[in-house]
T-cell receptor, first 115, second 113 residues
């Protein structure tokens, strides 16, 4: 059974700092990996999607890497801003039968960026 | 960006009552999912749905749960007889193709009293 772990559980940084969030998964037979942002009481916003054949994806100040063989992914946030404060979730996609795939989520990292 | 729409945003019900949670997927998406998140816990997979049938369901998705797409647009989750432990945020998610990103709705907060 796939298990996804995210470290640290919480992180507090001053504005402007670069930071790295970590995600690890136990079964490397994944289809892709997705990073999400969740604001309190709200839905999940997809940030980056990395296919299993890719090593990294970039969007603006965000860069996500994937090392499938070692079961690890990192989300790098450059020049953090107070508006980046949220919970960041990592999720791996696995085949679930019938041409379909399901996501298994980590518990998330709660990021606070202080002005 | 296209959106997945869920209604209602909040639902309060008495234990043993039936509830129906509704989702309007993004147009032309083919794969539909329900996930839930109990307060303070991980987002959990409930069920996946493709080509008008369930692809996979989790252990949580027992006989009290059902899904359907009755009119080709709305995608619904029904809980026949709610329990206290069904209280959670329920998310609908949809995607076009398996290698595309999953879009989530803003959720329905279900409170069972």
């Amino acid at each position: 059974k796939q298990e996804v772990t995210q470290i640290p559980a919480a992180l507090s940084v001053p504005e402007g700092e670069n930071l790295v969030l970590n995600c690890s998964f136990t079964d490397s037979a994944i289809y892709n990996l997705q990073w999400f942002r969740q604001d309190p009481g709200k839905g999940l916003t997809s940030l980056l999607l990395i296919q299993s054949s890719q090593r990294e994806q970039t969007s603006g100040r965000l860069n996500a890497s994937l090392d499938k063989s070692s079961g690890r992914s990192t989300l790098y946030i450059a020049a953090s801003q107070p508006g980046d404060s949220a919970t960041y979730l990592c999720a791996v996609s696995e085949y679930s039968g019938g041409s379909n795939y399901k996501l298994t989520f980590g518990k998330g990292t709660l990021l606070t960026v202080n002005p | 960006e296209p959106e997945v729409t869920q209604t209602p945003s909040h639902q309060v019900t008495q234990m043993g009552q039936e509830v129906i949670l509704r989702c309007v997927p993004i147009s032309n998406h083919l794969y539909f999912y329900w996930y839930r998140q109990i307060l303070g816990q991980k987002v959990e997979f409930l069920v996946s749905f493709y080509n008008n049938e369930i692809s996979e369901k989790s252990e949580i998705f027992d006989d009290q749960f059902s899904v359907e797409r009755p009119d080709g647009s709305n995608f619904t989750l029904k809980i026949r007889s709610t329990k206290l432990e069904d209280s959670a945020m329920y998310f609908c998610a949809t995607r076009g193709l398996p290698n595309e990103k999953l879009f989530f709705g803003s959720g329905t907060q279900l409170s069972v009293l």
